[in-house]
Structure formats: C-alpha cells, structure tokens
C-alpha cells in the first residue's frame, strides 16, 4: 500500500535553474558574436557606397572643367562610418585634372565588391592592390 505524499513541492530545482542560464547565456553569446559581423560588413558597405556617391559629385562637376581637388577633405562629403572623424583616414582622393582615383580601407577583404580600379595615373596614399583596398575610377 503507497502511503500518499502531503507535502509535495512542486516548482524548479536549483539545478535545473542553473542550466536554464547556462544554456540563454551560451545561445546569446552566439547571437553578439554573429552581430559584430553584420555590422563589419554593414559598415563596408557605406564605406563603398561612399565612394559611388563621391564619383557621382565628381562625374557631375566635371562638366564644369575639369575634376576639382579634393584637399583637404571638404566636410560636405562622406565621413569614414567607424570612426566619423573629419580626417577621413578610410577615404584617399587624387586627380590630375582629366582624371581621378577614389579609395577606401575595408574592414574585411571578404566585403570588396566585384571590379574597381587597380592602377591610375595619380597614385592614392593607400595601395590600390592591395585586398583590403577598393578603389574606383572614371
């Protein structure tokens, strides 16, 4: 004959608790790791973006006479989207004139876009072929 339980506690043991925690911290741990590379890649992206909308100002005022010199860096164009500073060092601009080159530092060689440029007749302060530059010309 069972002798029936009065005192019965009904509820979460200390343990089980434990590993709830244990298995929301490891599966939010994930998450964060997995942003950082989204916003990487988010930023690469402006960073190219910037450049097309430098090469359509350009493109526009060449009309006008020639390509302008950039120098410095007027504060109505782009600022660099990880560091917003006014020195721009993720942007380099040079032109001769009749023509120009644009660059920019990615953070990840893995986020350069198709095509862009190699090699010009002015020579930018950052590395043109090198993997984590992009660059573009007219």
């Known amino acids: 004959m069972k002798i029936p339980m ?19 911290g490891l599966l939010s741990s994930v998450v964060v790791i997995g942003v950082g590379g989204a916003r990487q ?3 690469d992206t402006k960073r190219v973006a910037d450049l097309r909308q430098i090469q359509t100002y ?3 005022n060449y009309a006008v006479g020639g390509y302008p010199v950039l120098s410095p860096w007027p504060s109505m164009l782009p600022r660099d989207p990880s560091t917003g500073t006014e020195t721009n ?6 032109t001769s004139g009749q023509t120009y080159t644009i660059g920019t530092d990615l953070e ?19 590395n ?8 573009v010309t007219p």
Do not use: H, W
């Open 6 to 24: 009065k005192n019965k506690q009904s509820g979460f043991t200390l343990i089980e608790m434990l590993v709830v925690v244990a298995i929301i």
């Open 41 to 43: 890649k988010a930023r």
């Open 58 to 60: 350009l493109e526009a």
């Open 89 to 94: 060092p993720g942007y380099a601009y040079c």
């Open 108 to 126: 990840d060689a893995a986020n350069k876009p198709n095509g862009g440029a190699t090699a010009s007749t002015c020579t930018l302060s950052m």
């Open 128 to 135: 043109c072929s090198s993997a984590d530059i992009y660059c």
